[in-house]
């Protein structure tokens, strides 16, 4: 039993160290970029940070469990071998992963905005007021289970290269620090392109926290838009 509580330990660890480097090399870059844009913002971000370290239990305890599953038992549909799949298959997962991790997000985002669902759980993730790069962790622990158990029930389900996961978890680890941290890193001229018009970036999920009841996406805008939710953008 030792070495599966090794690997959750040890994956909790990962997680936790994961979000306080890449949120703190874009809170830094923010304080370059934005001499001030946090300032005042110090208790806010005591406990947004708070918050995400549970947070980072929550996802790294089952993903330590996934893991030693997958090197231990074979539980679960994650393969090594490049050549075990047709190579074409690696993008395709990729992308797959994202559009269903997006679609799955959109829809619990969008109920936890109801109201007795936000006031008990989702209200604790707008409470960042303007959300910093501290911000993409920074969830009620219900919140926390429904977002980051998603991934790892599907790696049960549909195949995936080891290092193609890795770069899942690096993208949902990017986009939602960058997509919360209150200024705009990605040039005028892509967020504002046809390209752009299709992916959420820090214009996008800005409004969603401004006004709320619109953009609910994760990576990219088309349940937004099928469901007439996109408000477009915003200006930080």
């Known amino acids: 039993m030792m070495p599966i509580i090794l690997s959750a330990l040890v994956m909790t660890v990962i997680v936790a160290v994961r979000y306080v480097i890449v949120s703190g090399a874009f809170a830094w870059a923010t304080a370059r970029v934005r001499p001030g844009h946090y300032a005042g913002l110090g208790r806010q971000i005591r406990m947004e940070v708070g918050w995400s370290l549970i947070a980072s239990v929550i996802y790294g305890l089952p993903a330590g469990i996934i893991a030693w599953g997958w090197q231990q038992r074979g539980w679960t549909r994650i393969y090594s071998d490049p050549h075990a799949y047709p190579i074409w298959w690696m993008p395709v997962s990729l992308l797959l992963y994202l559009v269903l991790h997006d679609s799955w997000f959109y829809w619990t985002h969008r109920w936890m905005h109801r109201p007795a669902v936000f006031r008990a759980v989702h209200a604790i993730h707008h409470a960042s007021r303007p959300p910093t790069a501290w911000a993409a962790m920074n969830f009620h622990p219900v919140e926390a289970a429904i977002v ?89």
């Open 148 to 236: 980051g158990l998603f991934i790892p029930a599907l790696v049960f389900v549909v195949p995936i290269q080891a290092g193609v996961l890795a770069g899942v978890l690096m993208i949902m680890t990017v986009m939602g620090v960058t997509n919360h941290m209150g200024w705009e890193m990605f040039p005028r001229w892509l967020v504002h392109s046809p390209i752009g018009a299709w992916l959420i970036t820090a214009s996008h999920h800005q409004r969603h926290h401004e006004q709320y009841r619109c953009n609910y996406g994760l990576y990219f805008r088309i349940w937004d838009h099928l469901c007439h939710t996109d408000r477009g953008v915003s200006n930080p």
